[in-house]
């Protein structure tokens, strides 16, 4: 076999740690298809691993401006992030339990008629009005918890006597017993 390119053993060399094979492995691999003794693999290894870092780091720095220009256009098309989310849903909490407390007024229905909250200085809203306010901030606090990853999903550890081997999908076996 010819003696190959410097470049391209370091080619394959990059291509290895790509795919997450291990020094020793590589090693065999490359080595002894180019006939590389363990010096000469060792000083192309360094030279692929900085290559290898060089590319990840251009890599990244790509993504990283698509990034930002995905969040640019977002913004110009008028999608809020998360944050402006949260805090817009928090500023009408605040609002309702302003109302709730009687320090704003509003206006409610009931049936088909529209009611004022004050009438003078008394605050007189409806109990159901009140529990209806109440649901709302209810809901709109567990969305901003959603959105924070409050409700985030729990793991569930089997313990059981039962072998999980026992159990096959197609219902030939089940808990060890034939069921032909």
């Not at 995905?70 to 605040?94: F, P």
Request: proline share 2%.
């Amino acid at each position: 076999m010819p003696k190959p390119s410097k470049q391209i053993v370091i080619d394959a060399i990059i291509k290895g740690i790509e795919l997450g094979k291990e020094r020793g492995n590589l090693l065999a691999t490359v080595g002894k298809k180019w006939r590389l003794s363990q010096r000469t693999f060792d000083r192309y290894w360094k030279t692929a691993q900085e290559q290898h870092i060089v590319t990840q780091e251009a890599i990244k720095s790509k993504l990283a401006i698509i990034d930002m220009n995905a969040a640019i256009d977002g913004r110009k098309m008028g999608l809020k992030s998360k944050l402006d989310r949260a805090l817009k849903l928090q500023k009408e909490i605040d609002i309702m339990e302003k109302q709730l407390r009687g320090d704003l007024k509003f206006n409610y229905v009931v049936g088909n008629k529209i009611m004022i909250s004050h009438t003078g200085n008394t605050f007189t809203v409806p109990i159901q009005v009140q529990n209806e306010i109440r649901q709302t901030i209810k809901s709109f606090q567990s969305e901003i918890s959603k959105m924070e990853g409050d409700y985030s999903a729990t793991k569930v550890e089997h313990t059981g006597g039962l072998s999980l081997d026992t159990f096959l999908i197609h219902g030939k076996k089940f808990a060890g017993e034939n069921t032909e």
